[in-house]
Nanobody
Framework: QVQLVESGGGLVQAGGSLRLSCASS????????MGWFRQAPGKEREFVAG????????YYANSVKGRFSISRDNAKNTVYLQMNSLKPEDTAVYYC???????????????WGKGTLVTVSS
């Protein structure tokens, strides 16, 4: 069973940056497109960014396009999310997962981890 462990969240001021990491225990990590999702208080979980199995294709929600960057290192079974120019509305728990679906209805297709909390102060 693949386990996903997210890290790198924290408290940051608006305009700041954070880099999230997601480590997978699965030996088949490189076989799956991966993505980041987030859930703000009182809201449903939403797709943020996705990356193909080899990393040559990336895609983003409109709300983060131009500010966030997703990448992966298959040798380390890890996917990253670089978040720049953070806004208070980016405050949420961030999760990684394998990605399924087609634009704009992407969804996480594996088991969810505990996530990592990102708080952006104004």
């Amino acid at each position: 069973q693949v386990q996903l462990v997210e890290s790198g969240g924290g408290l940051v001021q608006a305009g700041g940056s954070l880099r999230l990491s997601c480590a997978s225990s699965g030996r088949t990590f490189s076989s799956y497109p991966m993505g980041w999702f987030r859930q703000a208080p009182g809201k449903e979980r939403e797709f943020v960014a996705g990356i193909s199995r080899t990393g040559d294709t990336v895609y983003y929600a409109n709300s983060v396009k131009g500010r966030f960057s997703i990448s992966r290192d298959n040798a380390k079974n890890t996917v990253y999310l670089q978040m720049n120019s953070l806004k208070p509305e980016d405050t949420a728990v961030y999760y990684c997962n394998t990605v399924a679906g087609v634009s704009p209805a992407y969804y996480g297709s594996g088991d969810w981890g505990k996530g990592t909390l990102v708080t952006v102060s104004s």
